[in-house]
């Protein structure tokens, strides 16, 4: 049966059991009704992690409930089908169904909340007027794809904290328009979400790892992964001592080994992962929330779905060039709660360095982004992950063949030291053994990302210096770390560099970085170096972002 729904009746925020949507959730609101009034029946909204997209998307239903049709929300994982229900019939003040396998269906209920896999395979008789599609950055499979289709005379509602593709295909086939919420940085400014300060690490020399048998990539993997469980426990106990954690492992193992050396020195820890039996994760959870368990890691289980407000530090181990997953992982930390001054975020890869701070401004868009033509996007040979490779990788080459530059760059999924042709889009491993160096030493230091009124003459000397001479870009960077005081240059001095020259405000990163690795090389000694970052000191470089 067709549902028939008019959207021009008035929107109000109050809803049932006493939640009333905040001014942003009820501005995103407005936006999307607005793009519905003008035709575009499939939006995608985007909310950042712990902004109340489940509150705002239920204010929504319940506007469509309210004038008697169906509502269809999907999501793809359990967790997430179960955890919405109970808070959506608060909202809504309607009995929800579930179209999940191993629950009893209740078709009678005007709001039905679906596993997408069990959906797709599920005749139901449902007919909805409204489709929402949680973490919709999932909504590119066929599954979601034949319900959409099934259903053309419905309006659809995809929420994201996160509205983006790793393969540069983008959402055009499935959304009309894209309509964003509040940033990040405003909401920690309005107090809904915790300020933090982040450590993150500089590799300064990349150890080597010579190959081992045929399963070369998994043994490289694991041992990279084990040499850095020794940093871990370390690295918590001088910046989120007796704080709780959630970890973020590479893998199973290596999730078992977190925990296992923590435990080792004393600190409750508990391993999970999507293998642990429901009743031993809600248990855990629960022990966690009390204060019983001090750290929890796991390894691809706390991605999404998880909203406990009391996690005091996120500590993440695992390399992604996933904007998604980056995000996804520091936001279980911002949820604010009683006597939470900050949050500690504390990066044992190069995440930070690729994906910036989570309160960087990101330029959401439903188009593709291609890679074509990129010079920096390479595939791993070893484990086919690709990646842009490090400036200071490309900076000099470790020997020419033929005349062609050979660079070595790290693998920042699996860590396999590798060898680049200039030119070539894949790197592979290097031919003869490398030495392998079993121990890494690590070098802390604290550094906030404000920008120093005091270096503002010595950039605007080489840049009017680099104009009047005409010399490339780059020299810019070179006369201020060789010549001058960039090596002491902190994120927010390279931001002012980088927006006078015209650079995306990224580059910043990546010149701090190359800073540090300059300075330590001339001190001759590969260490890697952890610095720290914090959202209240971001606030002075927002005008650069």
Known sequence: MTQSIDIQQHFSPELCDGFVLRDYQHDLVEKIFSEWKKGHRRVMAQLPTAGGKTVTFAAIAKYFTDQNVNV???????????????????????????????????????IQIASVQTLARRKTGFTPALIIIDESHHAITKSYTKVMEAFPNAYILGVSATPHRNDGQGFTDHFDVLVEGISVSELIQKGHLSSFKMFGAVPIDTTRISQAGGDYNQQQLQMQAMRMV????????????????????????????????????????????????EKEREEALEAFERGEITVLTNCGLFLEGLDICSIEAVQVCRPTCSLVLDKQMWGRGLRPFPGKEYVVLIDHTENWSRHGLPDEKVEWSLSP?????????????????????????????VRVDDGVPIYEVTC??????????????????????????????????????????????????????????????????????????????????????????????????????????????????????????????????????
């Not at 890679?371 to 000099?396: M, W, Y």
Request: glycine fraction near 6%.
């Open 412 to 545: 920042p999924n699996c860590k396999s030291v590798l060898e680049l042709k200039s030119g070539s889009k894949v790197a592979e491993e290097p031919t003869g053994l490398l030495p392998e160096e079993d121990e890494m030493e690590i070098q802390i230091k604290e550094l906030t990302a404000k920008s120093n009124p005091e270096f503002l003459p010595l950039i605007n000397k080489a840049i009017a210096t680099q104009r009047k001479k005409g010399y490339e870009k780059y020299w810019v960077w070179h006369e201020l770390v060789k010549r001058s005081k960039g090596a002491e240059f902190g994120i927010g001095d390279w931001k002012i560099v980088a927006q006078k020259l015209g650079y995306k405000p990224g580059w910043s990163n990546y010149a701090w970085r190359d800073a540090q690795v300059w300075a330590e090389d001339q001190k001759k000694s590969p260490l890697t170096t952890m610095t720290v970052l914090d959202s209240s000191s971001t606030k002075n470089i927002s005008s650069f972002s």
């Open 230 to 277: 020794q940093q871990v426990y370390p690295t918590w106990s001088k910046y989120a001592k007796d704080k709780k954690t959630i970890v973020f492992a590479v893998g199973v193992l290596h999730s078992q080994a977190i925990a296992d050396e923590f435990n080792k020195n004393g600190v409750v820890a508990k391993h999970l992962d999507g293998e642990s039996p």
């Open 369 to 397: 982004k291609s890679l074509k033509g990129d010079d920096h996007a390479i595939k791993c040979k070893s484990c086919e992950h690709c990646f842009r490779a490090l400036p200071h990788e490309l900076s000099r080459p």
């Open 72 to 110: 269809l929300i999907m999501a793809h994982r359990k967790e997430l089908v179960v955890q919405a229900g109970d808070k959506i019939q608060r909202i809504t003040g309607e009995g929800v169904g579930y179209i999940k396998a191993g629950i009893p269906p209740e078709p009678h209920h005007r």
